[in-house]
């Protein structure tokens, strides 16, 4: 008999964290990766994250692995819980379950590496895609990217991309760089200012160096879009009209 083996038929098991956090850098979706710098899987590619300490809750977990292993504060991020993987082999160190989240922001900072992890950089979404990462965090990154497009139809989280305060054209590249097609200028400026508290003008402007001055915005009190805005199949972006406070 297994000596680990409880009476219930039940094995011990570890909880870990971790992060898949989604910035816009050179017009590009980017994804945190660190540089494991002890084994399992040392030296290679991963997402952030670690074991959840006793007397730690989830949340506080992955506050705390973010900042020791990527110096980033996640209290400036848009931060939710994607879902937990529990595959039984997924860590070679033992039966592991881990609680992902999903963290976005906009320009976040250059991270700086800690505890266990080598380095720590952002890389593009569709580089991180074709990479081999540790454990089984493609198909972690993979929901998280899956989670984040489809956040978009139905909730103000675009807003969490742009430095406050914004242009719509800075709104509108984030939909652009995240769904992967261009959107209607004309279209999408009319339909997301008609929208009620997605944005909220601020009453200056920006002037760019070439061109017109453009009114400048800020997040409104709306959490979630109703009806949905759905990316459609020939990348023509229907924004609908109305908008309802969470």
């Known amino acids: 008999m297994n000596r680990a083996l409880k009476h219930d038929g039940t094995m011990p098991a570890a909880v870990t964290v971790d992060l898949v956090i989604f910035t816009v850098r050179a017009a590009a979706l980017h994804v945190l990766l660190i540089e494991r710098g002890m084994p399992p899987f040392e030296g290679e590619l991963a997402l952030p994250g670690g074991y959840v300490r006793a007397g730690e809750d989830l949340d506080q977990a992955a506050l705390r692995e973010l900042a020791e292993e990527t110096g980033i504060n996640g209290h400036e991020l848009h931060l939710e819980q994607l879902r937990t993987f ?88 984030v939909y652009e760089v995240i769904w992967g097609f261009p959107l209607d200028p004309s279209n999408f400026r009319r339909k997301v200012t008609k929208a009620a508290h997605f944005v909220e003008p601020t009453g200056e402007s920006r002037t760019p160096e070439i061109g017109r001055p453009a009114a400048l915005y800020r997040r409104g009190s709306a959490e979630l879009l109703f009806p949905p805005m759905p990316r459609s ?14």
Do not use: N
């Open 86 to 173: 529990g595959a039984p082999e997924r860590d070679p160190r033992g039966r592991t379950f881990t609680v992902a989240y999903l963290a976005l922001g906009p320009d976040l900072p250059t991270p700086v590496a800690g505890t266990d992890a080598a380095t720590a950089c952002w890389v593009p979404v569709d580089v991180a895609l074709s990479s081999e990462l540790a454990f089984d965090h493609l198909i972690i990154l993979k929901e998280g990217l899956d989670r984040a497009r489809a956040k978009l139809e139905y909730t103000t989280v675009a807003a969490a991309f742009c430095r406050q305060p914004f242009t719509i054209a800075d709104l509108r590249r």
């Open 233 to 246: 199949a020939d990348g023509e972006h229907e924004v609908q009209p109305s908008a309802a406070t969470g």
